[in-house]
T-cell receptor, first 114, second 114 residues
């Protein structure tokens, strides 16, 4: 499969624990995006990278959230001291920088915080 | 502030019925408009997009949408739905050069009865 890959698909954690998600974009795409989707809502933008540079962060991305893309390839999203309100589907997407016609989404990581 | 409104949260149709899903947006500037579909258990997929030119755009699987600038609308249509169209449909908008920075509506769940 040459699409956007996310790991894990599901994560159950206890409140206060730290969790980390991984996203592997389509290989030639240098832009990578993270979104969050809660039940009954559309995806909400969190942050995006162009290569290894994090160019924009939403106000939704509190201090407990950190995203990295150290070599401009895969990305990780870490949530520290998880709260029940963090329960959501975390989506990753990628696109090329130029000649963009669409963004490609992964299947997401479903986080449940107990 | 940018926003996207989808007025129908759940639509139920019989096969062969016609479909129209409403989408209105609020965005200060030139917009790019999208409809995404999410089939059960699958990732978001692009149905169609509008960047410029002919305001009537055709997408995959017989879907089309019309951009009406004066009404800030981008409604999705299909003349005859099939059971396989059962899915959640999201309208989204982006602007400027960061086309992957999308603002989504909350989605419309379409259920088609055979």
């Amino acid at each position: 499969d040459t699409g956007v890959s996310q790991d894990p698909r599901h994560k159950i954690t206890k409140r206060g624990q730290n969790v980390t998600f991984r996203c592997d974009p389509i290989s030639e795409h240098n832009r990578l995006y993270w979104y969050r989707q809660t039940l009954g809502q559309g995806p909400e933008f969190l942050t995006y990278f162009q290569n290894e540079a994090q160019l924009e962060k939403s106000r939704l991305l509190s201090d407990r959230f950190s995203a990295e893309r150290p070599k401009g390839s895969f990305s990780t999203l870490e949530i520290q001291r998880t709260e029940q309100g963090d329960s959501a589907m975390y989506l990753c997407a990628s696109s090329p920088e130029t000649g963009i016609s669409q963004v490609f989404f992964g299947s997401g990581t479903q986080l449940s915080v107990l | 502030a940018q926003s996207v409104s989808q007025h129908n949260h759940h639509v139920i149709l019989s096969e062969a019925a016609s479909l129209e899903l409403g989408c209105n947006y609020s965005y200060g500037g030139t917009v790019n408009l999208f409809w995404y579909v999410q089939y059960p258990g699958q990732h978001l997929q692009l149905l169609l997009k509008y960047f410029s030119g002919d305001p009537l755009v055709k997408g995959i699987k017989g879907f089309e949408a019309e951009f009406i600038k004066s009404k800030f609308s981008f409604n999705l249509r299909k003349p005859s739905v099939q059971w396989s169209d059962t899915a959640e449909y999201f309208c989204a908008v982006s602007g400027g050069s960061t086309l992957g920075r999308l603002y989504f509506g909350r989605g419309t769940q379409l259920t088609v009865w055979p």
